[in-house]
């Protein structure tokens, strides 16, 4: 079992920065796949970004590519998520999302092999 809880969304303004946190307990915390999800009002959720359990292995959707950044610390049973250059469009709530049993080098966007889930972080972006 892994419990995942998402902080650091907020208010911020087009061209600036946030950073997100998925703190993680459970044992398998280390042995996931770790992914970034996201849901804009009235659209599907989409993938964001994925991280594998070693942080070698890094997949990114080609819309925050070079914007965004995964990264995760096993020790502290956390993910982050920068974010920069941030957009209107990016507006949306932010899940993160985990992976566990699949293999050191699973990564994927799709969210029906993402086994765990937390509760969102909203992220608003003004123009």
């Known amino acids: 079992q892994v419990q995942l809880v998402e902080s650091g969304g907020g208010l911020v303004q087009a061209g600036g920065s946030l950073r997100l946190s998925c703190a993680a307990s459970g044992r398998t915390f280390s042995n996931s796949t770790i992914a970034w999800f996201r849901q804009a009002a009235g659209k599907e959720r989409e993938f964001v970004t994925a991280i594998t359990w070693s942080g070698t292995i890094t997949y990114y959707a080609d819309s925050v590519k070079g914007r965004f950044t995964i990264s995760r610390d096993n020790a502290k049973n956390t993910v982050y998520l920068q974010m920069n250059s941030l957009k209107p469009v990016d507006t949306a709530v932010y899940y993160c999302?985990?992976?566990?049993?699949?293999?050191?080098?699973?990564?994927?966007?799709?969210?029906?092999?993402?086994?765990?889930w937390g509760q969102g972080t909203q992220v608003t972006v003004s123009s």
């Open positions: 999302a985990a992976s566990t049993g699949k293999g050191r080098t699973f990564v994927t966007p799709l969210a029906a092999l993402y086994d765990y």
